[in-house]
């Protein structure tokens, strides 16, 4: 296979293999209504709860529309609520519910648990070049 068409799939696969362990690992955690799609927008909010949808697309790097649906998800989930904002009727603030609040550390513990599991046997020096690359190609790409 050509380099072109390689870097793309392999990246498209190890993407995949990660993802899917990940929710594995949550589901074997009784976590199986969490998913590896949520990480960026719990993180955010574990650091500033209460973000707008605008503010929260724009830190976890999602479009407003798939927010939108993202959000919904975790709402369902029970991780997080929307809540009037306090100087603008046409916008919310994304909160934490309790539960959102509380599976920080598993969450922690189970994305601890995949990386170990997905970089073994591969130096720190490797991983430390292979998260260059990845910024750089993503540098590139915008």
């Known amino acids: 296979m050509k380099m ?12 995949w293999a990660m993802n899917n362990l990940v929710n594995r690992y949550l589901k074997e955690n009784g976590l199986a209504d969490v998913s590896v799609s949520y990480f960026a927008v719990l993180n955010a909010l574990w650091e500033s709860d209460g973000l707008s949808i605008s503010d929260l697309g ?8 798939t ?12 991780l997080l609520r929307r809540d009037d904002h306090p100087t603008d009727r046409r916008a919310y603030r ?16 189970v994305s601890k648990k995949a990386f170990q599991q ?3 046997r591969i130096p ?5 070049i292979s998260n260059e690359v990845c910024r750089k190609i993503i540098e590139n790409a915008g």
């Not at 724009?58 to 529309?65: G, I, M, R, W």
């Not at 994304?94 to 513990?109: C, D, F, Y």
């Open 67 to 78: 927010m939108t649906s993202l959000i919904d998800r975790m709402e369902a989930a029970d």
């Open 58 to 65: 724009e830190k976890v790097q999602l479009e407003k529309s």
């Open 4 to 15: 072109e068409y390689q870097m793309g799939f392999l990246l498209s696969r190890a993407a």
């Open 118 to 120: 997905l970089t073994r």
């Open 124 to 128: 720190e020096k490797d991983l430390q």
């Open 94 to 109: 994304i909160m934490l519910t309790p539960r959102g609040k509380n599976l920080e550390s598993e969450v922690n513990e």
